[in-house]
């Protein structure tokens, strides 16, 4: 855990992918998978809630419909240890060899779903940000879908997990918390409008990370 009032140390080479329910956040990590394959460097593709296996665990309990449903603490809390586990196991240990590492969604999904959509204390929010995450990616592409959409293609995969049977207006405000982000961060967020073919959003977010990668440092 770091001290209070470390900042968030921005990471070149962490990369995230963000959006509400049925986005298509699979088919874009395939995608920049396979264009940073080019780089001939390491890539570490992972997701959250997970990303180790103690992560994993954590995401059961919070996705799963079958026990008693978390508290809107119990869930933050939960989705914070989850990421702590990750940063600490998986992430940082990544970066510090020197690979890249895509996260199919990260710290943003909280302010998104815990905050804005549950009404979570953003402050305390960005305290457990900085205290137990303490880094930030330096690209985030955020795949914009309208909420009826999202979950027309969600639901259609089959059985709704507890997050995924939310009412539709809480999908409203998770896309609404990630525009908002997206707005105060405009030199980190790239947001794609992934109502186009599934195709269309791959090449253009494998697009994004190309004029990223050229204009990142050496
Ligand atoms: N969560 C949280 O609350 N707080 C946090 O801090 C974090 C997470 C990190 C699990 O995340 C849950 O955890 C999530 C937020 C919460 N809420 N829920 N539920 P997840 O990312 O693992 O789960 P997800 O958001 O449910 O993922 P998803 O619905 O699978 O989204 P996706 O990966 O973006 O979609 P997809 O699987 O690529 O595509 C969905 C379907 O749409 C599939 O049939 C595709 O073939 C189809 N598709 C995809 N793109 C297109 C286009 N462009 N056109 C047409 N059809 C398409």
């Known amino acids: 855990m770091t001290s209070p009032g470390t900042p968030l140390q921005r990471q070149p080479r962490f990369i995230t992918l963000e959006g509400g329910e049925g986005a298509g956040k699979s088919t874009v990590l395939a995608a920049l998978r396979e264009a940073l394959k080019a780089t001939?460097?390491?890539?570490?593709?992972?997701?959250?809630?997970?990303?180790?296996?103690?992560?994993?665990?954590?995401?059961?309990?919070?996705l799963d419909t079958?026990?008693?449903?978390?508290?809107?603490?119990?869930?933050?809390?939960?989705?914070?240890?989850?990421?702590?586990?990750?940063?600490?196991?998986t992430i940082v240990p990544a970066l510090?060899?020197?690979?890249?590492?895509i996260s199919d969604r990260?710290?943003?999904?909280?302010?998104?779903?815990?905050?804005a959509a549950?009404?979570?204390?953003?402050?305390?929010?960005?305290?457990?940000?900085?205290?137990?995450?303490?880094?930030?990616?330096?690209?985030?592409?955020?795949?914009?879908?309208?909420?009826?959409?999202?979950?027309?293609?969600?639901?259609?995969?089959?059985?709704?997990?507890?997050?995924e049977s939310e009412r539709e207006d809480f999908f409203e405000r998770v896309r609404n918390g990630y525009l908002t982000r997206a707005s105060a961060e405009p030199e980190r967020f790239r947001v794609i409008d992934?109502?186009?073919?599934?195709?269309?959003v791959a090449a253009q977010a494998v697009a994004h990370l190309r004029a990223f990668i050229e204009r990142a440092p050496a």
Do not use: K
């Not at 990260?106 to 905050?115: E, K, L, M, R, V």
């Open 194 to 200: 992934a109502t186009q073919p599934a195709d269309v």
């Open 96 to 101: 510090q060899r020197g690979a890249w590492v």
């Open 118 to 163: 549950r009404g979570g204390d953003v402050q305390f929010i960005a305290e457990l940000e900085r205290r137990v995450v303490g880094i930030a990616p330096a690209l985030t592409l955020l795949l914009d879908v309208p909420v009826a959409i999202g979950l027309q293609r969600a639901r259609g995969r089959g059985a709704s997990d507890r997050i």
């Open 40 to 62: 001939g460097e390491e890539i570490v593709a992972t997701r959250e809630p997970g990303g180790t296996p103690l992560a994993e665990q954590i995401r059961g309990l919070l």
């Open 106 to 115: 990260f710290t943003d999904a909280s302010y998104a779903y815990q905050g």
């Open 66 to 89: 079958h026990h008693e449903p978390p508290t809107a603490d119990t869930e933050l809390l939960l989705v914070f240890a989850a990421r702590a586990q990750h940063v600490r196991e």
